[in-house]
């Protein structure tokens, strides 16, 4: 067990904003190890579900448990301290049975998107080179593909859902012996970085604790609460949601993949009460006409990452509950959230809010040093147990953590108050005629016309300006040139942005982004649609 | 080794007074219509009125775990309605310990809860004891539960309700009240009950969906306050069923009381109140 009397000062100047009143450290987790945590948490309330996923799985702690435990036991004759294990399966319980399987075997999940091909998951397992690789039936021509020769053991899911693991039961290992210590490499996933291929980033079990530990401490919850999952497993997201869950009395809701036409249903008759959102789901949830039901169900809270700012009081009127913008990552964990007090207050000023007790936020030039409030800078990060570093790749790591800051890349600056506002990421910068202009700040105002759904905003090689601005606009059908002229939505630009932001090129699309997994607009493949970004596109310059 | 009930006692006393807050609980109609379905309700316009009991259980949980983790059955629980629970509303409840007192079946904690609106409009408030069986030395601390209104004279009718462990479930799901020695053989075996037990507020709520369609006429808003004692535990088994017995006064008191399928006495000195 952690001291819990540890406290931090908070370094932050007099007069910036905090948190407020927060439990201390570890109050809400005392363990070293998520393993002793899952442990607890069910043997304390073995019959309450710990998972409901959407088309109908109820698994209690008691069964959740036993399953991990019956699994680690055959695992225990494969896998040894240390050795990378790589899982790649979709939305679905084995996933989560596996993960802490691994992790009590004090192995390390290697994570694997299910959608992955031959050439990314390759590149994952050479990088990784892990014992053994989980899959399910979807992914058995990739592994079929890039594992021979490789000697690692190959366990595809068996049965249907629960029970794909099933076949493979070894003695129950209880995991209340497991030795895992807070230093054990935990987990580990592949980040998509803007140069060179994906880089493992390396969390540990201090990680995992601290982030939920924060998570719990900035948001009380209890056993009338249902946080709902609709982002992908294989992200640490979920993972962290079943634990907060479990360590609060609470629930996961799952849905296998997120859609706006199922979400409320999900939401009423699962009775959700929290939601982890991402990317355009809060645009998406606009996009239906208002009814007398939108106020019939018991969620109190969304955290989302980059909420635009203008649709987020309209958002709380129509559904009545708070949307909380935060700022994480992997590497970093929670970096910032909005404070539960002053949230009425900050509705609509697109502060991503300011950093939980214990970390720190240094708003940097490229020197390292801290720029003056309002200036934009990279975003430097100190605190606790932030991610161990990246796989193999000691340089980069060194690089990235330079004078004992993780360097986050993200563009940000903060007001008087001390509140952080996001700019952009510093590799999705448009280089015009010497200005710096955010795809991100652009797309947000874009995203804001009532007419647009969603905008993606990307550099269009220029020979006069370097590179000039293009928007691929998401409209609803029937949405055209003539029934929202390039002109109006020049114009909603211009009085909203600096006149070197305003798109030059523009083009409508009725159909859905090509996205990522994260449900972010796949903006190289976007791109890749056509080899000439200007041609097709509307030019205000021609 | 269990903890010796007379160091739990004096803990108790210690802590009369702590306070504790449930978290925000928003009324959805899907919950409501759940959480009557559960217990033989129809669903209508407003909740069933026990389910007055589920904002309110986080925070009684919460202060009985400030003193003890041993095993505390549910006693007593005694309700005053103010205003009926309805879908869209945001309630905020809290939980004190105010009484403490030992007799010879073991320490009785006593939790008054009171829940509102977030505008401020009295909800209900509940005063409910939970019992942890054991010897102790006598102590008295804080106050009593409330005084029971005694039912004149009536004409007593009956009612039979089948319990079975899908009824436990279900109830369990519509309450998040997961209680394990209500769920599993085992764990209820472990504290040496010969198969699972009905949570109390269960068999309290099938009562009162009885009471409520007789005596108020199906208006569950005309119901003013509701208690009793839960005198011994009912088990959840296939062929179980609760007897309920009641009778109205005819001055807007009913009285009633339940036993299960062998007649020992689960549920007495049950009272309602009911306006015109």
Redesign the interface.
Known sequence: MKSPSRTVTDPRPAGWVTHGEVAPEWSAVPETSIIQLLARGCHE?????LILIEDGLRM?R?DFLARCERFAGHLRGIVKPGDNVAVMLDNRLEFMVAFFAIVACRGTLVSVAPTAKSHDAGHILNDSNPVAIIHGPDQTPVVEAITPGRGMTVIALGAAEPDGLAHLDGPRFDFRTAACQGGDCVSVYYTSGTTGAPKGCMLHHGWWLRVIDIDLRLF??????RQLCVLPFYYADPTLQLLTSLAS?GTMIVMRRFSVTRFWDVV??L?A?ELLSIASIPALLMTGAPGPSD??????LAIHAGLPKDIHRTLIDRYGFHWHNQYGSTEGGIMSRVPHALADELVGTGTMGVEPPGVTVRVADDDGNEVPVGEVGEALIAGADLYMGYLNRPEVTAEANRGGWYHSGDLVRRDERGLLYFVGRRKEIIRRSGENISASEVEAVLGAHPMITEAAVVPVPDAMRGEEVKAYLLVAAGVTMDSLPPADVLAHCAERLAGFKVPRYLEYRTEDFPRLASMKVDKQTLKSLTPDLTVGAWDREA | MPEPLNNIAARAVAAIGTEIH??????????LA?FAAAIGDAPGRVAPPTFAH??V??SM?EVIGRVTDAFALHGEHDYVFHAPIE??Q?LFSRSRLTGVRTNRAGLTLLITSDTETHLGQAICTQVSTVLVTGRADPVMAGGGPPPRPDAGPGTVQRAEMPISPARTLAY?EAA?D???Y???DA?AAALGFPSPIVHGMLTLSLATTALVAVHAGGDSTRLRRLGCRFSYPLFSREGERLDLSHHADGMGLVAFAAADSTGRPVLTRGYAEVSA
């Open positions: 309330d073995p019959e309450r579900p209690t008691r009380r919850r209890g056993s009338q609460d009395s009423t008759k009775d009460t106020r019939d169900h018991r969620m109190r | 449930s978290e925000e609980f928003r009324t959805s109609s899907h919950r759940q589920i904002p259980m986080q949980v879908p869209g945001r369990a998040r997961y209680s394990s209500c769920l599993n764990d």
